[in-house]
């Protein structure tokens, strides 16, 4: 199956998602900070870029898209270009299980959040960081 938007459409497209900032981590940050949970860094320099990070306990938390790390919930397999965009899927996934290894080896506890779960179920997520901190 052919990509329905022109070349010029989907650059476009694909420009305006970002790495840094998207809805659902500022969403997790603002919840972070209504509960009065302070103490994280954004943009903290560790492998594989974790979205929020807090030094002192040494947690890494990353927040997954559902589409870009194939969530098990409500992941949809693309109906164009499914080779293209499979491998890169799973290149995302293997990246993460080395990220995860790599920051585990330095003492790091590391946190996955799915897209969904800061939708859906924002206190159980607050909950699990919480735990996490003390």
């Known amino acids: ?3 329905v938007l022109t070349k010029e459409q989907r650059a476009y497209n ?4 970002r790495g840094k900032n998207t809805a659902p981590e500022i969403k997790l940050r603002k919840l972070l900070w209504s509960e ?3 103490g994280y860094r954004i943009h903290f320099k560790l492998p594989g870029k974790p979205d929020i990070v807090f030094t002192k306990k040494k947690i890494a938390i990353f927040i997954d898209g559902c589409f870009w790390h194939k969530c098990p ?9 499914k080779e293209f965009w499979m491998k890169k899927i799973l290149s995302n996934i293997d990246r993460d299980v080395k990220v995860n290894t790599q920051l585990k080896e330095k003492g790091w506890t590391v946190i996955r959040i799915w897209e969904h779960e800061i939708k859906k179920n924002p206190c159980s997520v607050i909950e699990t960081i919480r735990e996490k901190l003390l």
């Open 36 to 38: 009065g949970i302070r």
């Open 1 to 3: 199956m052919t990509d």
């Open 73 to 81: 919930v409500c992941f949809q397999e693309p109906e164009t270009r």
């Open 14 to 17: 694909m420009s305006k998602i």
